[in-house]
């Protein structure tokens, strides 16, 4: 009877799961979900204090598996492009830590502050969030294969989100980064094979991070999620989450951009 519960519950079991991203919303929610599932657990950030906070939270909720091996975190600052690549080859190997990583997934984005308007955008503003969220991803593939088996019941998975498919005004800057996510995300799969690659699209999620960055607007946002969602309200880092243990479960998925967007394409 275990081992039939097993068959399901416990694919990621002692499974190495690095989250780069994963101090808050929802790479923190893929942290709290991964640790459910007795995966061991990476969580990578930028800022030292909020990654210590995050591993912190991480170990009162989770006790039974926040034992030093079981349960790490290290920062990486994404935005750094001259020392990104001896960065990166750092926390894979920290995340190995002699062994061989399982499952990667990026959730990182540079959302402090938002988007700025087209007529203030910068050279600078739109190469740092390039380097975020597209090279960053890219650079962290070109290194998984020396820590991670190329086999199908590993996987690499990357975040895109729902405004490239129907943007705001405003988002000109961000959303030709999302799409080349999705784009690259397929060439990777190609490139890694049989490594599974893939995207989790999500829509408008409210995290701590867009709570803090809307100040006085959040219930204005969470009023206008609603009106552009068909299941009535905005998501949730934990609803998200989902998505991203599917992926690491189903062995048969590649080269696919899952989307958790309640719904909004259709309104």
């Not at 657990?41 to 039974?64: C, D, F, H, W």
């Not at 989100?161 to 690259?184: C, F, R």
Request: aromatic share 6%; charged share 20%; hydrophobic share 40%.
């Amino acid at each position: 009877m275990t081992g039939q519960a097993g068959k399901y519950v416990g694919r990621l079991s002692d499974k190495i799961v690095l989250i780069v991203g994963g101090t808050s919303g929802i790479g923190y929610a893929v942290a709290e979900a991964a640790l459910e599932h007795n995966a061991i657990v990476i969580v990578t950030g930028s800022n030292p204090v909020k990654l210590e906070q995050a591993v912190s939270r991480l170990k009162l909720s989770y006790p039974s598996q926040s034992s030093k091996t079981r349960l790490r975190g290290i920062t990486i600052d994404l935005a750094d492009a001259e020392n990104m690549e001896e960065n990166v080859q750092s926390v894979l190997r920290f995340s190995a830590n002699g062994a061989k990583i399982n499952h990667v997934i990026i959730t990182a984005a540079d959302m402090m502050p938002p988007p700025p308007p087209l007529a203030e955008i910068t050279v600078h503003s739109v190469e740092r969030s390039g380097r975020i969220r597209y090279t960053a991803p890219l650079i962290f593939a070109k290194y998984l294969p020396q820590f991670m088996d190329r086999a199908s019941e590993n996987s690499l998975t990357l975040t895109s989100g729902a405004h490239g498919h129907k943007p705001d005004p405003g988002w000109s800057a961000i959303i030709g980064y999302l799409g080349a996510v999705e784009t690259m995300m397929k060439g990777l799969a190609v490139d890694l094979k049989p490594l599974r690659v893939n995207v989790v699209s999500p829509g408008a999620v409210m995290t701590e991070v867009v709570r803090e960055m809307l100040g006085p607007h959040y219930d204005m946002a969470i009023q206008m999620a609603k009106e552009k969602s068909l299941v009535g309200g905005a998501g949730t880092p934990e609803s998200v989450a989902q998505a991203y243990l599917y992926l690491m479960k189903d062995q048969f998925v590649t080269g696919t951009v899952l989307e958790s967007n309640g719904g909004l394409m259709l309104v």
